[in-house]
C-alpha cells in the first residue's frame, strides 16, 4: 500500500536552514507529482510546492518562494525540502503528498513532521 | 494567492445532511473543474473525499458529494453521522500553477 513519510523535523533558530525528507513505498514513485503541505498547528492547510514526476516543473507558493526548494530522488524514492532563512511563521506540520499525474488533488498523505522555528 | 472562503463552523443532528460552501474567484474555483475536499481528524493526516469538483474516490462513502457554481464549491454531507465531526477543507488548483486552500470548516455533530 501507498506510504510516505516524512523525517527532518524539529526546533531551529530564525535564519537557519533545515531539509525534510519525505519517503515513499508502495507506488510507483518516478510516475507520480509530489507537494508538500503545511499546517499551522490548530490552523488551516496552506500548500507549499510541487515537483513534477520528471523534475522539470517546479512551483512554489509566494510565501517560500527563494527559501525552500522542493527535489526529488527517484533513485531513493525520497522527495525533498530544503529550507533556507526559515521564519517563525514558518512553523508549521510539513506534510508530503501525492498526485497522481493530471489529476490536481492529494490522494495520499504522509504523517507530517513538525517543524518549529523559534530563538 | 488569498485563500478560499469557508465557515469557520457547521453544526447538525445526526441523520441530517449539511452543505459545507467554499467560495473563491474566476481564478480558481470558478476557472476549473478542479475542487477537491478533504476531512481532517484531529491529529491525523488529511484524508480526499472529493476531487475533480464532484468526483469520489473509491473507497469514499456515498454520503458525500460535491457541487459547485459559479465561484463557490459545496460538499454535502447526507445522513450525518458522529464519526463525520472532523475539520473539513476545500482546494483548487489555481492559475499560475498553484494550489489553495480554505481555511476549513470544524463540523460539530450534535
Known amino acids: 500500500q501507498v506510504n510516505l513519510v516524512e523525517s527532518g523535523g524539529g526546533v531551529v533558530q530564525p535564519g537557519r536552514s533545515l531539509r525534510l525528507s519525505c519517503a515513499a513505498s508502495g507506488f510507483s514513485f518516478s510516475y507520480s507529482v509530489m507537494h508538500w503541505v503545511r499546517q499551522v498547528p490548530g490552523k488551516g492547510l496552506e500548500w507549499v510546492a510541487v515537483i513534477a514526476h520528471d523534475g522539470n516543473g517546479i512551483y512554489y507558493t509566494d510565501y517560500v518562494k527563494g527559501r525552500f526548494t522542493i527535489s526529488r530522488d527517484s533513485s531513493q524514492n525520497t522527495l525533498y525540502l530544503q529550507m533556507n532563512s526559515l521564519r517563525p511563521e514558518d512553523t508549521a506540520i510539513y506534510y508530503c503528498?501525492?498526485?497522481?499525474?493530471?489529476?490536481?488533488?492529494?490522494?495520499?498523505w504522509g504523517q507530517g513532521t513538525l517543524v518549529t522555528v523559534s530563538s | 494567492q488569498s485563500a478560499l472562503t469557508q465557515p469557520a463552523s457547521v453544526s447538525g443532528s445526526p441523520g441530517q445532511s449539511i452543505i459545507l460552501s467554499c467560495t473563491g474567484t474566476s481564478s480558481d474555483v470558478g476557472g476549473y473543474n478542479l475542487v477537491s475536499w478533504y476531512q481532517q481528524n484531529p491529529g491525523k493526516a488529511p484524508k480526499v473525499l472529493i476531487y475533480g469538483d464532484t468526483k469520489r474516490p473509491s473507497g469514499v462513502s456515498n454520503r458525500y458529494s460535491g457541487s459547485k457554481s459559479g465561484n463557490t464549491a459545496s460538499l454535502t454531507i447526507s445522513g450525518l453521522q458522529a464519526d463525520d465531526e472532523a475539520d473539513y477543507y476545500c482546494?483548487?488548483?489555481?492559475?499560475?500553477?498553484?494550489?489553495?486552500f480554505g481555511g476549513g470548516t470544524k463540523l460539530t455533530v450534535l
Open positions: 482546494c483548487s488548483y489555481a492559475r499560475g500553477t498553484t494550489w489553495v
Open positions: 503528498a501525492r498526485e497522481t499525474p493530471g489529476t490536481y488533488y492529494f490522494d495520499y
